[in-house]
């Protein structure tokens, strides 16, 4: 499939786009709008990258850094302190709490959520006091673990370097100091004095290292109430639902064009049937009148186009042989073969050729009424014997065009059209006209078309793209071989390529008002009454075709 036919596809089923698109809006929008609303409270806290050294040279952990944050982040979160949350706001169950670590950075965010926006300010609040209050405890038990020992030792050794000086001074005091024992005690205190001093020198360093690790935990931002909720996040759930509808409002238009079995291009019809397309009679911008068509009208030119095609004007008829007897089906009711089928006549008798029309729709006759003749004797009398040809044939106001109307319908119709009066009707039309046309019903609603249909030289088949089904045409093309007739082509009516067509009224309309407000005659080449027929013919029509 080429580009431009899944444009075309999405064309034709712009409107399941449009409504599957519409309708997941729709609920998303209703879905949004019963959700409860949220509300979340943010508040910021700074937490200190971790030191490590010494007092003299101190060293950044990152890492440890990282692991403190996410300490936190999961303590913020477990239990016992969203219990202690709940209990300090006098709330029978803790609010949601998130706490999320900001990448490349010390802080650390908190953030709630709640129905009620200053609750959830509040807790947020509340939350990081819990865990500024958690790092001082746990600060606290850590520097009483690592100091309680060193103190003990040192106040040990701080009482025995005491015990130590006394009795080395009292030993000095003595009446009969006794030198060896001066010695011993003078080696006891430089040893006890080492002692304490090193406990002390470990005992400060300790302290001061404790010190540069208790975690520095602050508040830089304070959460605020917020103003508008958080969630339902309605611009999230219509940007999706709208995806969602999209997409599948794609699939099922694509869904849908497998499932249907119309065609809509000239490529699917050639390409089925084989058959040339004959004719394109454009669209108008309204619905059409069913009757002949306007002067100088983009259809009227379509049909002109046809007519060369099936009746080689006199220049050609050397080269080219004419049918002269033809038939004009349909392949659905309201293509427009009746319509095709007076336009058809009058160009072919334009062109020169001695032409008459035959309506053989009895059921839905048309003819009579588009060249306004009456319809009370014709086609059924005639081959019924109760009037000759002279009072079943009519002129029309052109020149070489006659119409031999339906006549009232009978049920015996489908058989007189199989008699030898009708093959006799056709053999003398045939010897006082070069072309005659039967406009027969639609070839599938009634048996007439296949009998007409083994009478002429060739079967003109109408119809409309996007209205006519593979399933039909194959039918139609099966019951045509079926009695060894081919079809001359196709004709496209109400052709989607309008743009291909020109319509000269709007020319004609100028014209003629140039001539009105000029008062000097007609344009050249134009007769006054040619200019005035031209100004009220070249108007638009209503209507739907026959």
Partial sequence: MELS???????????????????????????????????????????????????????????????????YANLATSQPVLDELARALNLTE??????????????????????????????????????????????????????????????????????????????????????????????????REGRYTTLLAQYERVRALVELQAPSITVVEAARTPEAPSQPQRPLILGLAALLGLVGGLGLAFLLEALDTRIYSRAQLVSMTGLPILGEIPAASGRRQPGLFRELSAEQEAVHRLSVNLFPPESMRERRSVRQVLMVTSAAPGDGKSTLTANLGLAAA???????????????????????????????????????????IFETKQARLHVIPSGPWTSDFFALLGSAAMVELRDTLAQ?????????????????????????????????????RRETMATILDQLAHLSVQPVGLVLNHSPNGGTHFDYRPVARARARDTRRSGTGSPRGVSPQGAAWAASEAVGEDGADV
């Fill in 432 to 468: 006082s006209y070069d072309v005659i046309l039967i406009d027969s019903p639609t070839f599938l609603a009634a048996a007439d078309g296949a009998i007409l249909a083994s009478l002429v030289d060739g079967v003109l088949l109408v119809l409309r793209l996007g209205r006519v």
């Fill in 350 to 392: 334009r062109l020169g050729y001695r032409t008459v029309l035959i309506d053989a729709d009895a059921r839905k006759p048309a003819l009579h009424h588009f060249f306004g003749v009456p319809n009370d004797g014709g086609l059924s009398d005639l081959l019924a014997s109760e009037i000759g040809l002279e009072e079943a």
């Fill in 94 to 191: 803790p609010p949601k709490a998130t706490v999320t670590m900001v990448t490349n950075t010390e802080l650390l965010q908190v953030t709630v959520e709640d129905r009620d926006p200053a609750l959830a300010r509040d807790a947020a609040n509340k939350l990081c006091e819990i865990l500024i209050s958690e790092a001082k405890a746990r600060y606290e038990e850590l520097r009483k673990v690592s100091l309680d020992t060193l103190s003990v030792e040192l106040s040990q050794s701080q009482v025995e370097l005491d015990q130590t000086r006394q009795d080395y001074e009292a030993a000095l005091s003595a009446d009969f100091p006794d030198a060896e024992q001066i010695q011993v005690l003078r080696d006891l205190l430089t040893l």
């Fill in 5 to 71: 036919a899944y444009f075309q596809v999405l064309k034709r089923r712009r409107l399941v786009i449009l409504v599957t698109l519409a309708v997941a809006l729709t609920v998303a929008l209703l879905i949004s709008t019963r959700l409860p609303a949220v509300y979340r409270a943010t508040a910021t806290l700074r937490m200190l990258t971790a030191v490590s050294g010494s007092a003299d040279y101190l060293q950044y952990d990152v890492r440890y850094a990282e692991r403190l944050m996410n300490t």
